[in-house]
């Protein structure tokens, strides 16, 4: 496996499911993300962690709880989501110190909350 | 702070024809700014990055002009081709002394190349 990957790549949950969304880089790099893409949206920031250590939550709900056990992986953990929660979710990683600090995405996982 | 608007929202044109994408920013501070490609449903590829203290980068048949001053950037495809179809998305990124990085992305303008 290269680069970013993202699993799984389409979800669907009914609202009392708990699911979670894993995230793995291949690229040695040391800041990982999620960001939420609504139709019509721009990219909406959610988390940011820097060697393992979050350093950006965006006022996002409590129902999306991230975790990083370690700089190549990151989950989202989802539980009592809404229908309004059906999104494209979508991981980037990116070296803190590098000096561009271009962040590479994944695939993103297709989330369809019924 | 940031905003980033791209113009326009969406884009028809036939195979061949040279475009423009235009991506604006409301301030000018900025670490550097960098053009996606994103198709349906898929994650974002990097097309190409300009740092502040340059002016243009290029690869293959794109071409992307930054002008810090005025807040503007432009993304030019030459000789579009159907395998263009695809949103394209402008990010920039706050200065590395503002303490963070995090980019500011506009809402992709949605370019269709029909043959």
């Known amino acids: 496996e290269t680069g970013v990957t993202q699993t799984p790549r389409h979800l669907v949950m009914g609202m009392t499911n708990k699911k979670s969304l894993k995230c793995e880089q291949h690229?040695?790099?040391?800041?990982m993300y999620w960001y939420k893409q609504s139709a019509k949206k721009p990219l909406e920031l959610m988390f940011v962690y820097n060697f393992k250590e979050q350093t950006e939550n965006n006022s996002v709900p409590s129902r999306f709880s991230p975790e990083c056990p370690n700089s190549s992986h990151l989950f989202l953990h989802l539980h009592t989501l809404q229908p309004e929660d059906s999104a494209l979710y979508l991981c980037a990683s990116s070296q803190v110190f590098d000096r561009t600090y271009e962040q590479y995405f994944g695939p993103g996982t297709r989330l369809t909350v019924t | 702070k940031q905003e980033v608007t791209q113009i326009p929202a969406a884009l028809s044109v036939p195979e061949g024809e040279n475009l423009v994408l235009n991506c604006s920013f409301t301030d000018s501070a900025i670490y550097n700014l960098q053009w996606f490609r994103q198709d349906p449903g898929k994650g974002l590829t990097s097309l190409l990055l300009?740092?502040?203290?340059?002016r243009e980068q290029t690869s293959g048949r794109l071409n992307a002009s930054l002008d810090k001053s005025s807040g503007r950037s432009t993304l030019y495809i030459a000789a579009s081709q159907p395998g263009d179809s695809a949103t394209y998305l402008c990010a920039v990124r706050p200065p590395a002394w503002g303490g963070s990085y995090i980019p500011t992305f506009g809402r992709g303008t949605s370019l269709i190349v029909h043959p």
């Open positions: 300009i740092q502040s203290s340059q």
């Open positions: 690229l040695g790099h040391n800041a």
